[in-house]
DNA sequence: ATTTAATTGTGACAATTATCACTATTAAGC
DNA sequence: GCTTAATAGTGATAATTGTCACAATTAAAT
């Protein structure tokens, strides 16, 4: 990547991305900074920085093309970077980023899940098949996938990754409630639901 | 609230609050700065400028207590004032969320969910029964609830979420990939898994 | 053609956040 | 008791991020 995209420009990116796709959608030749800004509330002046960052350049008076600004963007973002990955417990919240059609999109291939429950194994969700967890030793060799997103329940979350880290995954997308323990080499990144929650009810909520 | 918590103060917070609640656990009668820095991959000064700003002092040589902190840090993200709040759309992403035993913890007292599958209606999980979302207008006044949780998906994201406006919901927590529109005296709140995995992916993955 | 008003682009500044380096303290070992 | 080493506390500084104000541009109106 040429640049460095700070933090959070990545994060407004994405939605400048999804409002730019519906501008696109209704067929609108042109989108403002202002629109843009207001819709994420935000300030202007921020958007347009960001679309400097991207070496993006608006027409005075007319804004941006939203098809222009969306390819740069997908581009920006590595959308073509395409990443492998598992999805290790087959619950409501793995079977719910099973069939959460964005990260296609974004360039993150969900190749399978697993699970240890029997009724589950062998059930597809969204042309991707659900296997025993024992399988997935063998299937990351196989086809490449260093990247899980774990979404197993709380009680065995540390032991399940340990049991990754054991099977050569390298980057654990942590959804678990735990914050886990791992070696340094290993990449985990901790959703943190709670934190969004409470960032929002600070901010927002008197 | 006393001081003014900044945001990423308070994600760590609430992975301090994890860990911490697992030194007690185990019973352990002290942490350090260190330990925690090290379990979250930060500099050990960071833990310790959050806690001066709780204004919790440790002991040189010994480190915190660790139940001395947990209630600190519960006292300042406020666990204590309980909010009400509804799920709506209980596909597996709402199941998975009304499952989620933190949000009770944290706060967050998910009372019902809502749908219009009529497979789901007058189902139970966890204690919380799915409603037809007509019955949203009356229960959110009768319950007295303006919190909404919108895991709908996307196509009726919007209509759904203009619903939830005129019925009353102040704040909307949007779990769906949409930029939803609302007017300013709303507070809409944009989960954003892929940019949460966008930041990861540029930081960490190659 | 001229004027007007909307919009971009951007420098200066402000606020927030993280890191570093160092001092002070003190438990533990001798 | 004295020394040592681990740890907290903190000021200085750096990096990141956001806001504001305003000049430059230009489409549209006249």
Redesign the pocket.
């Known amino acids: 990547m040429a640049k460095k995209i ?4 990545v994060s ?1 990116l994405t939605f400048y991305h999804s409002i730019v796709s519906e501008f696109i959608e209704k067929n609108e030749q042109n989108i ?3 629109q843009l800004a207001h819709r994420l509330n ?5 958007v ?2 960001d ?2 960052l991207l070496n ?9 093309c939203p098809k222009d600004l969306k390819e740069t963007i997908e581009n920006t973002l590595g959308f073509s970077n395409k990443r492998n990955a598992f999805i290790v417990g087959a619950g409501h919240l793995g079977l719910a980023l099973a069939k959460y059609d964005k990260f296609d999109n974004y360039g993150l291939n969900i190749l399978a899940l697993f699970d240890t429950d029997p009724l589950k194994i062998d059930m597809q969700i969204n042309d991707k098949k659900i296997f025993h967890i024992t399988k997935l030793l063998d299937l990351a060799s196989e086809l490449n996938v260093d990247i899980a997103i774990l979404t197993v329940p709380r009680q065995p979350a540390q032991d399940v990754a340990d049991f990754l880290i054991e099977s050569g995954i390298k980057y654990i997308w942590n959804f678990t409630p735990c914050v886990l323990s791992a070696p340094k080499y290993i990449k985990v990144w901790n959703e943190n639901l709670m934190a969004s929650f409470l960032q929002f009810a600070c901010k927002e909520i008197d």
Chains 1, 2 share one sequence.
């Open positions: 700070p933090e959070k420009v407004r403002t900074s202002s935000i300030d202007d002046s921020q347009r920085k679309f400097n993006k350049v608006g027409r005075c008076r007319v804004g941006y």
